[in-house]
T-cell receptor, first 113, second 114 residues
Framework: DGGITQSPKYLFRKEGQNVTLSCEQN?????MYWYRQDPGQGLRLIYY???????QKGDIAEGYSVSREKKESFPLTVTSAQKNPTAFYLC????????????FGPGTRLTVL | GQQLNQSPQSMFIQEGEDVSMNCTSS?????WLWYKQDPGEGPVLLIA?????ELTSNGRLTAQFGITRKDSFLNISASIPSDVGIYFC??????????????FGKGTHLIIQP
């Protein structure tokens, strides 16, 4: 089955630690995205990548980093510089030219203890 | 950045009632999308609108792309328990080919009382 997977579903980390969230897609999509969702809020764009080895900052990139070494993978690292990292993180992908068909993964809930 | 105002923030309705929610913006969008999110899951695309004035249905759901391109609404007819969830509108301005991501409303939380 084609789709987007995110792991883990739940993640706990101690303050001051970096943590990496996984996102994999087998849809052969060119573009991938990371969003952050806080309670009662919409989704805010962290980073996006339109092609391999290239990525752009979104609206709230500070304290986050990404890489795009492979088309199917777009991991997000939440660094210790992110002051309020507890949130629900959603990964999405899209085929170039099909702007409306943005598919989301199931999300990772990160809690900083 | 661009912002979308989505209302109402939450709705408490009886099963069988019709539901209406909308999004407005001070910016023009070229595409309007409506998503539904179940608790702890990713959003699922319900309806996509591409032209001003377009009215599109998906089962009991109907959405319209406003003539000014600054608003959109979603209607759900004869609500059922599985309609419970958070509904998000999202706009795409198509700058950069649309690959720079969507702008989301804050969501409408739909709660259905049996």
């Amino acid at each position: 089955d084609g789709g987007i997977t995110q792991s883990p579903k739940y993640l706990f980390r101690k303050e001051g630690q970096n943590v990496t969230l996984s996102c994999e897609q087998n849809l052969n999509h060119d573009a991938m995205y990371w969003y952050r969702q806080d309670p009662g809020q919409g989704l805010r764009l962290i980073y996006y990548s339109q092609i391999v080895n290239d990525f752009q900052k979104g609206d709230i990139a500070e304290g986050y980093s990404v890489s795009r070494e492979k088309k199917e993978s777009f991991p997000l690292t939440v660094t210790s510089a992110q002051k309020n990292p507890t949130a629900f993180y959603l990964c999405a992908s899209m085929q170039s030219g099909r702007a409306s068909e943005q598919f989301f993964g199931p999300g990772t809930r990160l809690t900083v203890l | 950045g661009q912002q979308l105002n989505q209302s109402p923030q939450s709705m408490f309705i009886q099963e069988g009632e019709d539901v209406s929610m909308n999004c407005t913006s001070s910016s023009i969008f070229n595409t309007w999308l409506w998503y539904k999110q179940d608790p702890g899951e990713g959003p699922v695309l319900l309806i996509a609108l591409y032209k001003a004035g377009e009215l599109t249905s998906n089962g009991r759901l109907t959405a319209q792309f406003g003539i000014t391109r600054k608003d959109s609404f979603l209607n759900i007819s004869a609500s059922i328990p599985s309609d419970v969830g958070i509904y998000f509108c999202a706009g795409l301005s198509n700058s950069g080919g649309g690959a720079d991501g969507l702008t989301f409303g804050k969501g409408t939380h739909l709660i259905i009382q049996p």
